[in-house]
């Protein structure tokens, strides 16, 4: 239908143009020839060159649609992958530019024989010098691409402000559900487009551990939107021009300044780098564990030696190591020991210790 309306006006274009030229070009050629023409004649002559140029001009309208399609598609492919913030920026930067060239154009263009193609040059110059220079400033204007920015309500709203982002590790781990539903994370927990493009690729993955993985971070997420006491909010924002998942991160933290919860110590450590506040499951579990001073006494089983010679190994019930000390005879048993030093490490706390007596605890195994 739209294309026969199309038709249909090209139709008419091509009927108005075609008429118009040639009622001029016969006016012209009667009044260089000599030659007299009546008015129907002339309208007649004029009506017979609009026709043909309807007719070619509906012919080949179908032409010019699928030509507009294909450049349509082109331009939209090529313009895809470059983010919208950086077009509009591009070309408020481009406008700023001819705006100058233009002024700088005027005094140039009177230069003698050359100024009219100087002046042209650094208009264009300028123009290009303008939208390069926005691009690699764009980073120092945030209250600029912050407006070009595909953001929630909420965003816009600033309820972002105190967000705690999380990356797909601390999704897969599943205990950040228990700490939202323990009340100690507030705000909004926001979960990005990427992170769960990444957990979908992983819960498809051909590796039965890793599509378990993926499969276990969905449900965790599925979970926390239906039980979880704060709003959860996937944000569709995306850095296109940034591959690495957890530079993504550090970029939307920054936008969203918001907070990144993880347990991954690398991307940690990237976020102290970098300035993000970031809040580590980790370290928060070892916060959370019992404090336990030397000369204090517990019960541990032995699960099995250690690594120097007549130590043994048992864990507690928050899978804190203890280092029992001549306790590689009593693997298998439950003892008394008496703690002598703690030693607190970036993979957590471990416990050293010493049997409280050589016999095992009797009825305890």
């Given at each position: 239908?739209?294309?026969?309306?199309?038709?249909?006006?090209?139709?008419?274009?091509?009927?108005?143009?075609?008429?118009?030229?040639?009622?001029?070009?016969?006016?012209?050629?009667?009044?260089?020839?000599?030659?007299?023409?009546?008015?129907?004649?002339?309208?007649?002559?004029?009506?017979?060159?609009?026709?043909?140029?309807?007719?070619i001009f509906y012919i080949i309208t179908p032409w010019f649609i699928r030509?507009?399609?294909?450049?349509?598609?082109?331009?939209?492919?090529?313009?895809?992958?470059i983010p919208t913030q950086d077009i509009a920026v591009g070309v408020i930067g481009l406008m700023i530019g001819l705006l100058v060239g233009v002024l700088l154009s005027i005094a140039?263009?009177?230069?003698?024989?050359?100024?009219?193609?100087?002046?042209?040059?650094?208009?264009?110059?300028?123009?290009?010098?303008?939208?390069s220079l926005m691009l690699s400033r764009k980073e120092e204007m945030p209250f600029l691409t912050g407006l070009f920015t595909r953001q929630s309500r909420a965003e816009r709203s600033g309820n972002f402000r105190s967000a705690k982002i999380l990356d797909t590790s601390?999704?897969?781990?599943?205990?950040?559900?228990?700490?939202?539903?323990?009340?100690?994370?507030e705000g909004v927990v926001v979960i990005p487009?990427?992170?769960?493009e990444e957990l979908r690729h992983i819960a498809d993955s051909s590796d039965a551990l890793k599509r378990n993985r993926g499969r276990r971070g969905l449900d965790i997420l599925n979970r926390m939107q239906k039980e979880?006491?704060?709003?959860?909010?996937?944000?569709?924002?995306?850095?296109?021009?940034?591959?690495?998942?957890?530079s993504k991160l550090v970029k939307l933290a920054k936008t969203l300044k918001g907070k990144i919860v993880t347990n991954d110590f690398n991307l940690n450590k990237v976020c102290e780098l970098q300035g993000v506040p970031v809040l580590n499951?980790?370290?928060?579990?070892?916060?959370?564990?019992?404090?336990?001073?030397?000369?204090?006494?517990?019960?541990?089983?032995?699960?099995?030696?250690?690594?120097?010679?007549?130590?043994g190994v048992a864990y507690l019930d928050d899978g804190t190591m203890?280092?029992?000390?001549?306790?590689?005879?009593?693997?298998?048993?439950?003892i008394e020991v008496v703690v002598t030093s703690v030693l607190q490490t970036a993979a957590g706390r471990m416990i050293f210790a010493r049997p409280k007596m050589a016999e095992k605890v009797s009825g305890v195994r």
């Open positions: 239908m739209l294309q026969k309306i199309l038709r249909f006006f090209s139709f008419a274009v091509g009927f108005a143009a075609g008429y118009q030229l040639v009622y001029k070009g016969f006016a012209v050629i009667a009044a260089n020839t000599g030659l007299e023409a009546t008015f129907t004649t002339s309208v007649g002559v004029s009506v017979l060159g609009g026709s043909v140029f309807g007719l030509l507009a399609s294909l450049v349509n598609g082109w331009v939209q492919s090529a313009l895809k992958s140039l263009y009177r230069i003698p024989v050359v100024g009219v193609y100087i002046s042209q040059v650094v208009t264009l110059f300028a123009g290009y010098l303008g939208m601390v999704i897969i781990d599943g205990r950040i559900v228990d700490i939202c539903a323990a009340g100690f994370i487009g990427f992170v769960l979880s006491l704060i709003p959860v909010q996937i944000v569709e924002q995306d850095f296109e021009d940034i591959a690495e998942v957890d499951i980790n370290e928060l579990a070892n916060a959370v564990k019992p404090i336990v001073l030397p000369g204090e006494e517990m019960v541990a089983l032995i699960v099995k030696d250690g690594k120097e010679a007549g130590q203890v280092v029992v000390e001549g306790g590689r005879r009593y693997i298998g048993d439950t």
